[in-house]
């Protein structure tokens, strides 16, 4: 079994830690049992992966420029834009996936807010992309970027979608 040494302490008087919060996700525990709407874990791992994945992408942006898919002045100004949204949208993603985890009623704000993140973030992307012909000569990098803009517009939506779905079972406290 899994575990590790942070606090036990819940910032929510009688909610779980994070300490539990998490063995919970990684070890399939819950105080909830049947009752849990389907994919709840998986839906709360591909929130830490977006967010891990996130910071890796403007990690290696702006150290070796390996995602970058152009060195065109009006390209770099343009992406440049990105890192203060970005980091909103793994604020918001990371939040998601703590509340998720601790089924804390915060989950279904944190969720609508991180799936309209990545909505909005990858329409933005997909604009651009459009009006300066980048879809028209596809190498490694724009790869990645068709991946990053296919997957924010459609795990936006779907976790819009889930935890509106799943609201009642989210609220219940």
Same mark, same amino acid.
């Given at each position: 079994?899994?575990?590790?040494?942070?606090?036990?302490?819940?910032? =929510?008087?009688?909610?779980?830690?994070?300490?539990?919060?998490?063995?919970?996700? =990684?070890?399939?525990?819950?105080?909830?049992?049947?009752?849990?709407?389907?994919?709840?874990?998986?839906?709360?791992?591909?929130?830490?992966?977006?967010?891990?994945?996130?910071?890796?992408?403007?990690?290696?942006?702006?150290?070796?420029?390996?995602?970058?898919?152009?060195?065109?002045?009006?390209? $770099?100004?343009?992406?440049?834009?990105?890192?203060?949204?970005?980091?909103?949208?793994?604020?918001?993603?990371?939040?998601?996936? =703590?509340?998720?985890?601790?089924?804390?009623?915060?989950?279904?704000?944190?969720?609508?807010?991180?799936?309209?993140? +990545?909505?909005?973030?990858?329409?933005?992307?997909?604009?651009?992309?459009?009006?300066?012909?980048?879809?028209?000569? $596809?190498?490694?990098?724009?790869?990645?970027?068709?991946? $990053?803009?296919? +997957?924010?517009?459609?795990?936006?939506?779907?976790?819009? $979608?889930?935890?509106?779905?799943?609201?009642?079972?989210?609220?219940?406290?």
């Amino acid at each position: 079994m899994w575990s590790w040494s942070p606090s036990r302490r819940s910032p =929510l008087p009688g909610g779980p830690g994070i300490r539990e919060a998490v063995d919970r996700l =990684l070890n399939g525990t819950s105080e909830t049992g049947a009752d849990a709407p389907a994919a709840l874990r998986a839906v709360t791992v591909m929130l830490w992966i977006s967010a891990g994945a996130t910071v890796l992408y403007w990690t290696t942006f702006f150290t070796s420029g390996a995602v970058q898919t152009s060195s065109e002045g009006g390209y $770099i100004a343009f992406e440049r834009a990105f890192p203060a949204a970005d980091a909103w949208l793994v604020i918001a993603a990371a939040i998601s996936a =703590l509340m998720l985890a601790r089924r804390d009623p915060r989950a279904l704000l944190w969720g609508l807010i991180a799936g309209s993140s +990545f909505v909005y973030l990858g329409l933005l992307d997909v604009l651009y992309n459009l009006e300066n012909g980048k879809y028209a000569s $596809i190498d490694g990098a724009m790869a990645a970027e068709v991946m $990053i803009n296919l +997957f924010s517009l459609t795990f936006g939506p779907f976790l819009i $979608i889930y935890v509106w779905r799943h609201r009642r079972w989210l609220l219940k406290n």
